[in-house]
């Protein structure tokens, strides 16, 4: 028996068995149920995502003789054993007409085609015409169709399919009901050919078929193809070593090593992996491209775990990685990548461009700053030194209020490591003009040029003190209404108080960050922190939050199971997020007040009566 290759073999046959298309399948299925066919349709898509494959089916279900011979015939599930059907998937039905437009672009080529159309069809009840590229044809070509268009014989189905749809008049266009067929996604393909794979009963490793899912790029048809070669290379089985021969892709473990050496920041073993890459011979310009590809993945993974994609079938490895970069590396690091790739064209060799780009990564990172942590880290001073600070800011200026805030200068001026560098915030921190609101700031330890005052484990390490004294000195900085609504609880527990303290050193972001503000603390035993959700919040809850959270805690020296409980809020205690308004409220309305003192301002308004208008007064600095 002779062979029949994959492609053709494994060709969708009705409309269900077409992969990835289900809009256009729904459209047409629906269409041929309540006998609302329209007479033609334009498919827009790369080559292979199944234009042939659909013109085909339609052709069957209009042609399907297995109910009768009559119109009750037409059917949205064709039989594929009567005559038609079979001719069809044998091609050689003679009322389905394919015409490949880019080889006959000619107007006669399209009058002759044309001239046959008002003729009844000779097998079946309908004729189908699919012409494909048909952005291809001449001007005089598309005249020439237009007409048929406009007024279709009953019998006559048009399918028009196109790469490129904006190159056909907006007349063809109105005329067509238009379906754009979506590129095949690399997931797709793999659970296609998988499921191919093990119906012909051929072992395959699923690592390979990722390869030739991404080397198919977007088409089906394609996949098929490689996955012969690939059969036939491999003797019968698709294995990742003969794929990745075979399409002289790289092995992508050698790009996660990289990137993995770049997460150590381990120059040497970056040169190492680079030479042993080099004994392949690879393409280190793709070498580059997938490094940055990576980069990407993950800052996606740090930013919206649930939107990585199985690429390579590493995503668990990428969401793993994710964790040991910190965001902004990620960022310098992709931009040096897509830099130095632009480069490679005036590099003497690729090998020495790769290399130089991978070490500039490392050089240019900024010094200082600390891995993200891997183990937990005790508590540092920065929710005690943000609280004094905040209560500076926020407390009506008075001499009283200044001399204590000179007098706690001191133990702020260990910075704490995740502060954003001097030179940001010191831009912030100057006052835009006269007029804004004079509110005595402690001196700024922010303003220490980073030269002199760069912050370093072993000074912070210097001023640790242990988590529970650091909340209960925070706890008696506060505002009465703020140290009322605390309770006494036992060291190294988490209260309410507590929690509002930690909230900003938490370092949370995004939409955990937006869960965790509206919680109150329930209970903490030490090992498990019961959080209260406010119901208003409850569909945001997600494992996700949970997780970072409990990362979170542990770096901030807590380590805790947490676990939410959605339910109505009391009204005495606040959640960070009502805390952060409130306080904003404060700010606001002192910044007014501030304005409305100014003598300028007062002048402003008598000589030109000018107005203040409140909502737009900003705080100085604003602080989170
Ligand atoms: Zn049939």
């Not at 009559?70 to 059917?75: A, H, I, W």
């Not at 005089?140 to 189905?157: G, I, M, Q, R, W």
């Not at 954003?420 to 303003?447: F, G, H, I, N, Y």
């Not at 919040?537 to 805790?560: N, T």
Request: proline residues 7%; aromatic residues 4%; hydrophobic residues 40%.
């Amino acid at each position: 028996m002779s062979y029949q290759v994959l492609a053709r073999k494994w060709r969708p046959r009705t409309f269900h068995e077409l992969v990835g298309q289900a809009h256009v399948q729904r459209a047409l299925v629906n269409a041929l149920d309540q006998g609302r066919l329209h007479h033609a349709y334009l498919f827009t898509g790369t080559r292979g995502v199944g234009k042939t494959t659909l013109a085909r089916i339609l052709a069957k279900c209009l042609n399907c003789t297995a109910n009768g011979y009559g119109d009750e015939g037409v059917t949205s599930t064709p039989c594929g054993e009567c005559d038609s059907c079979q001719a069809i998937d044998e091609g050689r039905f003679v009322d389905l007409i394919e015409v490949d437009a880019a080889s006959r672009t000619k107007v006669e080529d399209t009058r002759e085609l044309l001239d046959n159309v008002q003729y009844a069809p000779t097998q079946g009840r309908y004729k189908v015409y699919l012409i494909d590229e048909v952005h291809m044809l001449s001007t005089s070509s598309f005249n020439a169709l237009l007409k048929t268009l406009e007024e279709p014989p009953p019998h006559v189905k048009f399918l028009l399919a196109t790469t490129d749809p904006q190159k056909l008049p907006a007349t063809v266009l109105s005329r067509c009901l238009q379906f754009t067929l979506k590129h095949m996604q690399p997931v797709r393909i793999v659970e296609h050919l998988a499921m191919v794979l093990a119906a012909e009963q051929v072992h395959f490793e699923e690592s390979a078929l990722w390869l030739i899912g991404k080397a198919a790029d977007g088409s089906m048809r394609d996949a098929m193809s490689l996955t012969d070669q690939a059969i036939a290379f491999g003797q019968g089985s698709v294995q990742h070593l003969d794929v990745a021969a075979m399409l002289g892709t790289l092995d992508h473990r050698h790009v996660l090593a990289l990137v993995e050496a770049l997460a150590d920041i381990d120059a040497p073993r970056l040169l190492h992996e680079v030479a042993e890459l080099a004994e392949q011979g690879p393409d280190f310009a793709a070498v580059l491209d997938d490094v940055t590809a990576v980069l990407h993945r993950l800052a996606v993974a740090q930013m919206v775990p649930e939107a990585v994609d199985n690429g390579h079938g590493d995503r668990e490895t990428i969401l793993a990685l994710a964790g040991r970069f910190i965001a902004e590396d990620i960022q310098l690091y992709y931009q040096i990548g897509i830099q130095g790739r632009g480069d490679m064209v005036h590099a003497p060799d690729l090998r020495s461009a790769l290399e130089m780009t991978l070490l500039r990564m490392l050089a240019f990172r900024p010094q200082g700053v600390p891995k993200p942590p891997q183990a937990s880290l005790p508590m540092r001073a920065e929710p005690a030194a943000k609280s004094e600070s905040l209560q500076a800011a926020s407390s009506p200026p008075s001499a009283p209020a200044a001399d204590e805030a000179l007098a706690q200068s001191p133990s702020e001026t260990a910075q704490p490591a995740s502060s954003p560098p001097p030179w940001e915030k010191s831009v912030d921190a100057t006052p835009d003009s006269p007029s804004e609101p004079q509110a005595p700031l402690p001196p700024e330890p922010k303003m220490v040029p980073p030269w002199e005052g760069q912050p370093s484990i072993e000074a912070e390490a210097a001023n640790e003190r242990t988590p529970s004294t650091e909340i209960q000195i925070a706890v008696s900085d506060e505002p009465i209404a703020e140290a009322e609504a605390s309770q006494a609880t036992e060291p190294g527990r988490l209260d309410h108080q507590a929690w509002l303290e930690l909230f900003d050193s938490l370092g949370l972001g995004g939409l955990t960050r937006n869960l965790a503000a509206h919680c109150i603390i329930e209970e903490d035993n030490g090992a498990v922190l019961r959080l209260r959700l406010d119901p208003s919040q409850a569909a945001m809850q997600a494992d996700v939050h949970q997780q970072r959270l409990e990362k979170s805690l542990e770096s901030q020296g807590f380590p805790r199971k947490v676990s939410f409980e959605v339910a109505a809020l009391p009204e005495e205690l606040e959640t960070p997020r009502q805390r952060e308004t409130r306080h904003g409220r404060e700010r606001h309305a002192l910044a007014v007040a501030a304005l409305n003192k100014d003598p300028h301002v007062q002048k402003l308004q008598q000589v030109f009566g000018a107005k203040l208008i409140e909502s737009s007064v900003k705080p100085a600095e604003e602080l989170r």
